[in-house]
């Protein structure tokens, strides 16, 4: 009887993702959801910029500006997001402060805005963007990289709170 309570599915534990596995969830979901939330920005005219400028250089035909582009985009930016989550991960996870995500965030800006900015037409160069679509873009990325800055930060600090007990305990 003991046995087949221990088997019943309510009492297993769930086994926590690998480390790694939450490097790409914190990716991805960080990538949709400041990205969604920039393309409401777009729609309440906080900026010029729709997440639609991703697909815009690859892609021909009106689909791209319609609800597709939009959801496409959307999604895409999720999976790049992804290797910037990777490479705050090999770089940055040791340090648990929110202004290494904030300062990543504006290093993500900078390299979108300045550096990358010739592969985009539909971003303006960066001295022909107005002041409010600047500043919106800023506080996007910032939040972006607080986001996945500070999640890849506890999830590290956990890991290693863990093995410090662990170790105490087999001590």
């Not at 992804?82 to 800006?109: H, N, P, T, W």
Request: charged share 15%; proline share 4%.
């Amino acid at each position: 009887m003991a046995e087949d309570q221990a088997k019943l599915e309510q009492s297993q534990r769930e086994k926590p993702l690998s480390y790694m596995a939450m490097v790409i969830t914190i990716g991805f979901v960080g990538g949709i959801l400041w990205s969604g939330l920039a393309y409401l920005a777009y729609v309440f005219n906080f900026t010029e910029i729709r997440p639609n400028v991703i697909i815009e250089p690859w892609t021909i035909g009106a689909w791209k500006d319609q609800w597709l582009g939009t959801v496409i985009s959307i999604i895409l930016i999720g999976i790049i997001s992804i290797g910037a989550a990777v490479i705050y991960y090999l770089a940055l996870r040791k340090f648990s402060s929110m202004y290494v995500g904030l300062g990543y965030g504006l290093v993500l800006f900078l390299l979108v805005f300045l550096v990358l900015n010739p592969i985009f037409p539909g971003i303006h160069p960066f001295n022909e963007l107005t002041r409010m679509t600047v500043i919106t873009s800023v506080c996007i990325y910032i939040l972006y990289g607080v986001f996945v800055g500070y999640s890849i930060s506890y999830e590290e600090n956990e890991i290693q709170r863990n093995d410090k007990r662990e170790e105490e305990v087999s001590s």
